[in-house]
Structures are given as C-alpha cells and as structure tokens.
C-alpha cells in the first residue's frame, strides 16, 4: 500500500504533509526503509508521513505529480523524515539565530515593564574562585546589561561552608527587590548542591533547578523550567515538526536535561524513549527516532550509522577534547558530525547550538519570574 500526500502550508510557512492527498513535485528519487522518496527544489524537510501496515516491498514507480513511500521493516510507527537529494546534508540549527530573535522579544518585554515602573533584576551567587566561574559571570553582566536587566553578584568565600551560601539564599528570597536567583556551579566540596539549589524560592529560581519547579514540567509547565531543557524544545521545534506521535529518543537521563526533555516531549504527545549508560544496542533505539536528543557527555556517541535518515538531531553534549595532532583542546558534543551530517536532516552543532539558546532561556526565565511579580 502506497500512502500519497499533499504538502499543507503552516503559520511558518513550513509545508506538512497529510495522509491520502497528492503532492505536486518538480524532481523525484526512490529511496528505501523509512526515507521519504522525493524532494522539491525548495528542500522540504519537514514532511511528515504515517506508515501504517503496508510490506516492505510497498514500491511502486513514481510520477512527477505523486509522492510515494516505501517503509521497510517496522511499519507500525509513525515517521517524521527529511526528503533530501542525493547531494544534500543536514540543515544546521543556529542556536545563536534563534537566541538573537528570544533576546529581541525580551528586550521589548523588559521595557514595557520598565514603563510600568516595574523591575527586572538577577542576582547570582557565586561561591567558586575558578577562573571560568568568573568570566562565565562577567558574560551574564554583559547580556543583562544589554537587556536592560540589573545583575547583582554575590561573592562569596570559595571554601564556604553550606550555612554561609545558604544564608546568602534566604537572604535574597526575602528581598523584594530581587525578582530572580541562581547560584552558580561548582560550589565547594562537601556542599550539598541538591540541599542548595532546594532552597531557592521557586518563583525567583530562574535556572529551574528547584525540585518544585522540575516537577512542574512533569504537567507541562514551562514557566521556570529547566534552561537547558527549554533551549532544547526551542531547537527542535524551530524544525518545524509535528511532536505528536513522533518517536524521540533522549540519550541521557538527568534531572536538569534528560529527564524534563522527555516528560515535555510527553506533554506534547510525542513517542518518547529514554535510554541511560546501562541500555542495551543503543543504536536499535536511535535508528528508529525521528528526532534524537544527546545528552551522554561522550564524544563522538552517536555516528551516522546509528541514525535514521532525515532523522532530527539536537547535541546536548559539551566534552573538551585535546587535538592529538596540535595539542590544542576544543568543545565538541556527543555527535560524530562527519558521519552524521550526510545523513541527519537537522542538527544543531556545538558549538552554537544547545549553549546559546540555553542562555537565551536563562534570560527569559529572569523575564518571566518578574512578570509574575505583582505591579
């Protein structure tokens, strides 16, 4: 059985694919096992097409004015796939793009708020004399003084002990004046990071990491939720695709990305799979995804073998590694991009994918924890 579909024009302007209606084509090529099998000049990348029940010999000729699909193997799920030519290779995600556009909204938001004599404040506990600590915190000053948002920094000793950094928390809970917190990682040894990121007031914890505020994304509540797991939705759903029944699959389960990932794809009624460093043929899993989260931390995890073409790929992962051959150290991700990039039909890159957007979305927390202040 051979499904036919017809491109249908969204909001965005991106074209999505329906079951059973035609779709007018300029060029043509035959792909196998899950591919979509033509494309458009204007590179459609985000059809979407349910397969359902039809045998892997479904494979029939292809006229200019019809789209047809071959599904090998499992072709019980619902596929969401890039139609690509032979030439192509994955679209990159710009984070820095899509971070630039958050930044201007926040701005103008931030502003109106100023107007009605309301502030936006961020005030950020440092507790850690580590150089990159530092510079990370005079970059934060920087963008929120772009923003027009005030930053306050708390220094405090870097072998402070809980009650000193707990104290400096409580403190800024009860201030009226500060509308948002974050306590910068690492603190020292023996300090409970778990006991510390507890006691931030849930409507001033801007990075999301207060146990109240994670498990408010298990309802779907993206108020003050995690950045790194809101920069990540951000990025998949600048692809365009249709979420509900499509398969993800989250490498990596922690609590501040893995896991409310998976439980907003949830909410958004996606097929989700969470796979952790105990899962058994990692790649049985990712070679069915439609779109693969990595979270895992390990260089060069997943390969081009291990994913389904067209598939969308978002890279979590940060890893210095040191260039054998110059000695110099770079940040990668989790992804092989050279065996990736032929073969994925997004990918966001790291550099400039995840990082920039989750600092876009530390911004818009700080945004949203003071419009809940009462004006």
Same mark, same amino acid.
């Given at each position: ?6 491109? *249908?024009?969204?909001h #965005?302007?991106?074209?999505r694919?329906g079951?059973? %209606?035609? &779709?007018s084509?300029t @060029?043509h ?12 000049? +204007?590179?459609? $990348?985000?059809?979407?097409?349910? +397969? ?6 479904a !494979?029939?000729?292809? +006229?200019? #004015? ?9 072709? =019980?799920?619902?596929?969401? &796939?890039?139609?690509? /030519? ?17 930044k201007? /909204?926040?701005?103008? $938001?931030?502003? @109106?708020?100023?107007?009605e004599?309301? =502030?936006v404040?961020?005030?950020? !506990? ?13 970059n %934060?000053a ?17 072998d402070?002990?809980?009650d ?9 809970? %009860? *201030?009226?004046r !500060?509308?948002?917190?974050? !306590?910068? &990682?690492?603190?020292p040894?023996?300090?409970d /990071?778990?006991r ?6 849930? @409507? ?8 109240a505020?994670?498990?408010?994304v ?8 995690p ?8 990025l998949? @759903?600048s692809t ?13 389960? =922690? ?11 949830m909410?958004?009624?996606a ?9 058994h043929?990692?790649a049985?899993?990712t070679?069915?995804a439609?779109?693969?989260?990595s ?8 390969t081009?073998?291990?994913? $389904? ?5 978002? #890279? ?5 590694i040191?260039?054998?051959?110059t000695?110099? /150290?770079r940040?990668v991700? #989790?992804?092989?991009?050279e ?8 990918? =966001?890159p790291?550099?400039g994918g995840v990082?920039p ?7 818009? +927390? ?9 004006g």
């Open positions: 059985m051979i499904r036919k579909t017809i491109v *249908d024009r969204r #965005d302007n991106r074209p694919v079951l059973g %209606q035609r &779709l084509l @060029e090529r035959l792909c196998h096992c899950s591919e979509i099998t033509v494309t458009q000049r +204007n590179r459609i $990348r985000d059809a979407r097409v349910l +397969n359902r029940g039809h045998p892997s010999s !494979v029939s000729d292809v +006229n200019c #004015d019809e789209l047809k699909v071959c599904h090998a193997g499992d072709c =019980s799920r619902t596929g969401i &796939l890039a139609a690509m /030519t032979a030439t192509d290779t994955a679209t990159l995600i710009d984070g820095r793009a899509l971070a630039s556009k958050v201007e /909204t926040l701005a103008a $938001r931030i502003e @109106e708020l100023r107007n004599g309301r =502030s404040r961020l005030d950020v !506990v440092l507790a850690d004399e580590n150089p990159a600590g530092s510079v990370y915190a005079r %934060q920087k963008m929120c003084e772009e923003l027009g948002i005030e930053y306050r920094l708390h220094a405090v000793v870097s402070a002990e809980f000193v950094i707990a104290s400096t928390i409580q403190r800024l809970n %009860q *201030d009226d !500060v509308t948002a917190i974050m !306590v910068q &990682l690492p603190l040894d023996g300090v /990071t778990h510390i990121q507890s006691l931030i007031a849930v @409507e001033k914890d801007v990075e999301g990491v207060n146990p505020n994670i498990g408010g298990l309802y779907g509540r993206r108020a003050l939720a950045c790194t797991a809101l920069a990540t939705m951000r998949i @759903e365009g695709i249709e979420l509900a029944g499509a398969e993800v699959v989250c490498v990596g389960a =922690s609590t501040i990305v893995g896991r409310p990932v998976a439980a907003l794809l909410e958004a009624e097929t989700v799979v969470s796979t952790n460093i105990h899962t043929d990692l049985s899993h070679r069915r439609d779109v693969v989260i979270a895992a931390g390990v260089p060069g995890l997943l081009g073998e291990m994913i $389904r073409p067209g598939a969308i790929i978002i #890279d979590v992962g940060i890893n210095r040191t260039d054998p051959e000695g110099k /150290t940040t991700g #989790d992804i092989d991009v065996s990736v990039l032929p073969v994925a039909g997004y990918l =966001s790291v550099p990082g957007m989750t600092v876009a979305m530390l911004l818009r +927390n700080t945004v949203a924890a003071a419009d809940e202040v009462p």
